[in-house]
């Protein structure tokens, strides 16, 4: 079962292996509000398609459950033993309310109730049953719902702890699963332990010889906001490009301007580098050695095959920023930092280079319990003791369409483009993908005029671009949808402030928009157009007086 | 920070947390604002909720009120999760 990724596109490489499995009789259910390449592609066909309104996955996931619960399909031996019994009962009551019926789930998200129904059905009883899921599950103000809802249904069917099961996310990026791991949030460290864990902040005091702070820092939205009213004055970024990928550009910008010190680290001068006061030349994964981490836990590494063209590898970077602010910090080689991390997070602590030499990758736990790894998590119990079943309660979006904003807009990445395109932008793929256009149905274009090919402004409450329209049948009536590997589109200019209520995590996946024709760029476009120049000059060389 | 932002995420949570159980509505409020909001938006909330607290959904100004008599202290569960995108 794919729940809101589409990896063709996103995660080529998995989805070869997918499309293996899938031409070997794997059956396959799609729960996606596009019709994506793997609906119907040649020698695969989907089961079943769950073309759900974006928004409503939390409402789709909790009829399945319906479905699991009121059919007699869960797998009782399995909840018995792992899951806490008490919780599990609550949670079918919950679930077996008919408001969670696939014929009251209909009404709110568009997917005909009996493929929600045979889909259901197939999930709890067509054997090893796996769940994958993308950022079209995270990327909305009840994406941490929609996570649980999905470990609800594992737990329910017995599909975890096993091979060819599970809960699988696909990460946004191939090291998102690497940062964190290393504590890139503002509230924990690595290994997923909250900084205000007292035992844990002391190992690292410890090795450090400086007090840690035990309280959660800022996230980015926040950081924004707290920029824009003076108490976040600097920020250094390492190879995000967060002017263009953030939601709600024009805020974004107004927090980046009101910032006293912006150090930028990337590879080239991205669009977020036009606020930057300092801009550090980041390497690439050819010019440095480390690690990354991808989606099943597996550490794997990076080796070094020329030198910085900038003389530095980013670690490097790092430590002397760190020196000149007065933290002395010294590595000879990436190996030490993973010794230190070794040393200080129970789930590494049996990983150094020496080990990924010897065995190629390992997947994470690697400690005393797991020398080689862990390939597979859950076998025998839960890390935090049983299996618990968590309500979970459709709350819809506040994200409305209505008379002046009547479309959902919902945005993706494509093959030949990586994110906000900072590298493959720079290359030949721009061949395949020139501009981000918008894919908008028939029936949706005729009312307002528009032909394939022709200008249209995209407005919704947060600001307006222009791109050209493709007249699809991929979206629904009602359904837009773009990319947004373009800066002189810059999509997120319409995209907005509302995120996931546990994570903060934008909601990309829905923003109501209209669509009219256009016959020029937003003012939006013309003014940053104006603003990139002008942050791009390159002063005069001075020339010393003979 | 502005106060209806806060506000606003501040009811997001509570409406996740006030299906789950009973006992655990408060607390579980209580807890994601301390595990996951940056002292500053703590403190703007206590000081939103002392003028009044104005459009605060009812479990969320208790867990907010619970929140601040045990300010200053690691009374409630630091219990972390996985996240990323």
């Known amino acids: 079962m794919i729940i809101g990724a589409n990896p063709t596109d996103g995660h080529p490489v998995f989805a070869s292996r997918m499309k293996k499995g899938l031409r070997d009789g794997a059956k396959l259910i799609i729960i996606d509000p596009r019709r994506i390449d793997l609906v119907r592609t040649p020698h695969i066909e989907a089961d079943y398609h769950l073309p759900l309104k974006p928004g409503t996955n939390v409402a789709v996931v909790t009829a399945l459950a319906h479905v699991i619960v009121t059919e007699g399909l869960v797998n009782e031996t399995f909840v018995r033993e792992r899951c806490d019994w008490d919780e599990f009962q609550d949670w079918a009551a919950f679930v077996a309310d008919p408001r969670h019926s696939p014929e009251e789930v ?133 190879g995000e490009d967060i002017l263009q990928s953030d939601p709600d550009t024009q805020h974004m910008a107004a927090g980046l301007g009101a910032m006293e010190c912006v150090v930028v680290q990337d590879l080239f ?143 993706g990445r494509i093959l030949s483009q990586y994110n906000v395109g ?64 373009h800066p002189s589109t810059q999509v997120n200019v319409v995209t907005t402030e509302f995120s996931d209520w546990a994570t903060n995590c934008p909601e990309y996946k829905v923003t109501a928009v209209q669509i009219m024709p256009s016959n020029g760029p937003s003012e939006w476009q013309q003014e940053y157009e104006g603003l990139s120049k002008a942050a791009r000059r390159i002063a005069e060389p001075l020339v010393a007086p003979e | 920070m502005s106060p209806d932002r806060l506000v606003y995420m501040a009811n997001q949570i509570g409406k996740f ?25 703590r403190k703007a909330i206590f000081a939103y909720l002392d003028s009044g607290g104005d459009g605060l959904d009812p479990p969320v100004k208790e867990a907010i009120l619970l929140l601040k008599a045990h300010a200053g202290n690691a009374g409630l569960s630091t219990e972390t999760s996985f996240q990323g995108t």
């Open chain 1, 106 to 238: 209909e009404k709110i998200s568009g997917v005909p109730a009996e493929s929600i129904r045979g889909a259901a059905r197939l999930y709890a009883t067509g054997g090893n049953g796996a769940i994958y899921y993308g950022l079209g599950v995270t990327e909305h103000s009840q994406g941490s719902t929609t996570v649980i809802a999905i470990a609800n249904l594992a737990m329910a069917t017995g599909n975890i702890g096993r091979k060819g099961v599970g809960v699988n996310p696909l990460r946004g990026q191939n090291n998102v699963q690497g940062s964190c791991d290393m504590g890139s949030f503002p509230h924990e460290v690595s290994g997923y332990r909250h900084v205000s864990d007292d035992a844990t902040r002391a190992m690292f005091e410890a090795l450090w010889g400086r007090p840690l702070d035990a309280e959660p820092g800022l996230r980015i939205p926040n950081m924004i906001d707290a920029a824009i009213d003076g108490s976040f004055k600097g920020i250094y970024i390492q």
């Open chain 1, 269 to 411: 001068l991205v669009e977020t580098a036009n606020y930057a006061h300092v801009f550090l030349p980041g390497s690439t994964f050819l010019e440095k050695n480390g690690t990354f981490t991808n989606a099943e836990r597996r550490i794997q590494m990076v080796r070094k095959v020329m030198a910085p063209r900038n003389g530095y590898e980013d670690w490097q970077i790092t430590e002397m920023l760190s020196n000149a602010l007065g933290f002395p910090m010294h590595y000879n080689h990436p190996s030490e930092i993973m010794d230190e991390i070794a040393a200080l997070t129970p789930t590494f602590a049996d990983v150094s280079y020496a080990k990924l030499d010897e065995l190629g990758s390992v997947q994470w736990p690697c400690n005393a319990a797991a020398p080689e790894g862990t390939p597979i998590m859950h076998i025998d119990g839960f890390v935090h003791g049983k299996g618990k079943f968590v309500i979970t309660e459709y709350v819809a979006t506040d994200e409305k369409t209505g008379p002046r904003f009547p479309l959902l807009l919902t945005t």
């Open chain 1, 422 to 485: 900072a590298q493959t932008r720079r290359t030949a793929n721009v061949v395949w993908h020139p501009e981000d256009v918008l894919e908008i149905h028939p029936h949706d274009a005729e009312q307002r005029g528009v032909r394939d090919g022709d200008w249209v402004k995209i407005a919704s409450r947060a600001g307006a671009t222009t791109l050209r329209a493709k007249i699809t049948e991929r979206v629904a009536p009602g359904v837009v949808y773009t990319t947004f590997h």
């Open chain 2, 17 to 41: 947390f006030e299906v789950q159980r009973a006992d655990e509505v408060v607390p579980g409020i209580a807890n994601h604002i301390k595990k996951f909001w940056d002292p500053r938006m």
